[in-house]
């Protein structure tokens, strides 16, 4: 073992050292999608999230199409065919800025995109993936319903033949980039079972209303599909699946950029709780030279470097071929939690200013819990981990 004098110095930012478990390589894409971040989000998301709108979608898509993070773990069609963990960094940066943009980047990529790359034929590959890849065409992934969330098997949108044509009808909802898309993936029921369908959005009887009134994920654009006898030919079906493991699949590949998301925004309301202590002064001294401060912001420094470990072992898994559905439920089910009670915790930090847009905690906050929520919620991992321990099924 080194002698004191020899070893590296205590960094506040990574202090179990996991930059060292990085390649060069993997700090490029981090610091380039930081960067990025830097200069066109986080000057404009409080006002983006105050407004609850996203106005330049579009310019934001084709410029993170330009730095290759659309599909980024994908190969071929324009893909940048990066590993896990360089996805999973990605992420990390993207949610750091906001939950929002980093769902953009999410149903883009690992659901609309990775359910064309997997499932779609070679055609529609072709068709679709290119464009969606560069930013020029944005997709959507419709599988939640009204009525149906935590269990798709009950999900009323259908599809039926008529002669060589598909005929589709029914409602999704809470469908991130819904009103902005050109594809929607919809998966409905079908005689065969559920199938999955590229719908183009100019089709006759598609719509997207947009949702309003939302006071999470604000700067984000979440819409619901109105599939009113929407005729589609033979090939927009999905051929290479049939049943829920086709949508469920992609879900999961969603759900392990959340396992590094949730950390990002976990990690801004940590650097703001700690910068903030550091230079806050009451009773003559920084608001950090307090005992119950300095074990906040320890506490918090543990889960989110624990957190940020589980996400780097989960991908390097992915990137081996080995990880398992249920170690997804995991590092989701724990990293969303911790994230959310990160922000709380840096929320008492900052005091009354913690409820300000002018600092990121609340905004974070209050994202996380829709990402709480979405592509699975607390409940239902805990149930998928439930299942994997005991071998007992408690979901019927």
Not at 2 to 27: M, N, Q, W
Not at 265 to 281: D, G, I, P
């Amino acid at each position: 073992m080194p002698t004191p004098s020899k070893l590296p110095p205590f960094d506040p930012a990574d202090p179990l050292g996991v930059d060292d478990l990085l390649g060069p390589e993997d700090l490029a894409v981090r610091d380039t999608v930081r960067a990025w971040a830097a200069d066109r989000v986080l000057p404009y998301v409080a006002e983006w999230y105050e407004k609850g709108e996203l106005p330049v979608i579009r310019e934001l898509a084709r410029e993170l199409g330009g730095l290759g993070a659309l599909g980024m773990s994908l190969e071929g069609y324009g893909c940048a065919g990066a590993s896990a963990v360089q996805y999973g960094l990605a992420c990390l940066e993207l949610e750091a800025a906001d939950s929002g943009i980093r769902s953009l980047v999410s149903v883009q990529g690992s659901l609309a995109m990775y359910a064309i790359h997997a499932y779609g034929s070679e055609e529609q590959k072709q068709r679709w993936l290119p464009s969606m890849a560069a930013g020029e065409t944005i997709g959507c992934f419709g599988l939640t319903e009204p009525d149906h969330g935590s269990d798709p098997a009950g999900m009323r949108t259908s599809a039926r033949r008529d002669g060589s044509d598909w005929i589709l009808d029914g409602r999704k909802m809470w469908i991130t980039n819904g009103s902005v898309a050109g594809v929607a993936v919809v998966w409905a029921r079908t005689d065969d079972g559920v199938r999955g369908f590229a719908v183009p959005t100019d089709t006759p009887g598609f719509s997207a209303p947009e949702i309003k009134h939302k006071w999470s994920l604000r700067a984000s654009v979440t819409s619901e599909l109105v599939m009113d006898g929407v005729r589609l030919p033979a090939d927009a079906v999905l051929p290479g699946v049939t049943g829920l493991k086709g949508p469920l699949s992609c879900l999961s590949h969603a759900r392990y950029g959340i396992v590094w998301g949730a950390m990002g925004a976990a990690r801004a309301s940590f650097e703001a709780a700690l910068e903030y202590a550091r230079t806050r002064e009451q009773f003559g001294r920084p608001i950090g030279g307090f005992q119950l401060t300095q074990a906040k912001l320890a506490d918090m420094a543990v889960e989110l470097h624990k957190g940020i470990l589980l996400a780097h072992h989960l991908g390097r898994r992915m990137d081996a071929g080995v990880l398992r559905p249920e170690q997804v439920s995991f590092g989701k089910l724990n990293n969303v939690r911790e994230a959310i009670a990160i922000c709380r915790t840096a929320r008492t930090i900052l005091g009354a200013n913690g409820i300000s847009l002018e600092y990121p905690v609340m905004r974070h906050a209050t994202n996380l819990e829709s990402v709480l929520t979405y592509e699975g919620t607390s409940e239902m991992h805990q149930l998928v981990l439930g299942k994997a321990l005991t071998g007992l099924d408690a979901f019927r």
